[in-house]
């Protein structure tokens, strides 16, 4: 059977009974392959699908590690947003309706056990200490100047003499630490100045350490004596020295 005559007859049986359409495609043997691959829109074929794989290692910590951080915010917020007072605020739990409490008696702040009451409280007894509550070396003494320079000079200028740099600007001079009264006074005394203030200076309990205090204290203690010592007072490879340089600096003066 010619092709035009199959394709006919396939066209006549199509309008009427659909069987003898099939049938003649089968006799033809024409009939299309119903299970051939579609085409796509230009006419290839298609990719198949990709087979389902189950989540990399890494991507699967990564999603535990997100949900366990979740949970952990979620938890924190509950602890953040729980019932509280704030502080100084009145609250009716208690009969005196402060929600601030005072801590119980003779309770001690971690790192202010203070039981040497000379080094903190420059006092022995009810009085000013008049010996230094640790040893005074020459590292005490550079730490003291340190401070000094940093705390006291602006004032008391880097001599002692309270002529600093902002009263020589109009703030209140304060008294020499060369007078005498001061010169005698105990080394407690200097320390309860710098921790409580004095006319016109204010604490500076909060800026510096009660150990900065004693080392300026002990800074104050040499800058009297090197302006109100004698050759004798050094020994006898410090007198020596002070004499050659006193000779030095006399033949370096100019006649009048």
Not at 26 to 47: E, F, H, I, M, V
Not at 136 to 158: F, K, N, P, Q, S
């Amino acid at each position: 059977m010619k092709a035009s005559q199959t394709l006919g007859s396939a066209r006549v049986a199509r309008a009427g009974d659909r069987v003898p359409a099939i049938t003649n495609f089968r006799q033809s043997g024409t009939l299309p392959n119903r299970r051939a691959p579609p085409k796509d829109c230009l006419g290839g074929t298609p990719k198949p699908a990709r087979e389902r794989r189950p989540l990399p290692g890494a991507l699967a910590t990564l999603l535990v590690m997100l949900a366990v951080a979740f949970l952990a915010s979620a938890c924190r917020k509950g602890m953040v947003d729980q019932q509280h007072l704030k502080p100084l605020a009145e609250d009716n739990f208690f009969d005196d309706s402060r929600g601030s409490r005072m801590p119980p008696a003779h309770t001690i702040a971690r790192g202010q056990l203070r039981e040497d009451e000379q080094f903190f409280t420059e006092k022995i007894g009810d009085h000013l200490a008049a010996t230094f509550a640790m040893p005074v070396r020459r590292e005490l003494l550079m730490r003291g100047r340190e401070r000094y320079e940093i705390y006291c000079a602006v004032c008391h200028a880097d001599t002692g003499d309270g002529k600093g740099v902002i009263v020589q600007r109009g703030f209140p001079q304060p008294p020499s630490l060369h007078e005498q009264r001061l010169r005698d006074a105990p080394v407690g005394y200097f320390i309860d100045v710098i921790t409580n203030g004095y006319g016109a200076m204010y604490s500076y309990a909060s800026r510096v350490s009660p150990e900065d205090r004693w080392a300026i204290a002990a800074y104050i203690r040499a800058l009297q004596l090197s302006q109100d010592a004698a050759i004798n007072d050094a020994d006898a490879a410090g007198a020596k020295q002070l004499e050659t340089q006193s000779i030095g600096k006399a033949g370096m003066a100019k006649p009048e």
